[in-house]
């Protein structure tokens, strides 16, 4: 696969990259910033279609999938974005009905992103307003409110961007752990630029 932006067409961000993800196992990317790590990530879920070579899941070249499947199937973890809604509704946003989301099913992946601690210290609970862009929350507590989104979500297949870079070891160790167990058995790509992330018993 190779990739350049539309708006800087001179400038290639991928060139020639093989890659291949087994199904049901965890695969880490690990590259310094800027290496194009993050474009790769993009390009796996056609939020930019690639200048050369094909992209394939399950032996279908995902040009030839429907946009809504590949995006139905595959949750991408990166940046977060934070609505002016209720912590409920932030992390249901990407259920099909998150209105009707049962309130188990959200502690649940609460549970798993370590939002309790930060759930007790808001005024409404699960109904507190974050505020324009997560205003009341720091950018660890965003991520953690994205990783609860995507543990709810539970896609066949997940894309974990820099997810966790905000928080310290200890919680970031401690979220990875929980993913692991989650994501045992099921496709996970993890993207970082901190090998230290890797532990000896992922290889």
């Known amino acids: 696969v190779s990739f350049a932006y539309p708006s800087r067409p001179e400038k290639i ?11 049901g196992k ?12 993050s474009t790769l990530a993009a390009l796996l879920i056609r939020i930019y279609e690639i200048n ?20 139905n199937n595959v949750t991408l973890v ?4 934070i609505f002016n809604e209720s912590l409920k509704l932030n992390i249901t946003i990407g259920k099909s009905s998150p209105t009707s989301v049962d ?14 601690e930060i759930i007790f210290e808001l005024s409404d609970g699960y109904d ?18 994205a990783m609860a989104r995507a543990r709810l979500r539970d896609t066949s297949i ?39 992330q890797i532990e000896d018993s992922d290889y």
């Open 103 to 116: 309130i188990s099913e959200i502690k649940n992946a609460s549970r798993m992103a370590m939002l309790e």
């Open 26 to 37: 965890t695969t880490f990317v690990v590259g310094a910033s800027g290496s194009g790590k």
């Open 128 to 145: 507190t307003k974050l505020g324009t862009n997560g205003l009341s929350l720091s950018s660890g507590q965003m991520q953690r409110v």
């Open 158 to 196: 997940l894309i974990l961007d820099e997810s966790t870079s905000s928080l310290d070891y200890i919680n970031r160790s401690l979220i990875y752990d929980a993913v692991k167990f989650w994501r045992k058995n099921k496709t996970t790509i993890i993207i970082t630029h901190d090998i230290s």
């Open 52 to 71: 050369n070579g094909s992209i394939y899941i399950d032996n279908k070249n995902i040009e030839l999938l429907d946009i809504n499947w590949i995006r």
């Open 13 to 23: 961000i991928l060139k020639n990259v093989s890659l291949f993800f087994p199904a």
């Open 78 to 81: 990166q940046q977060p974005v």
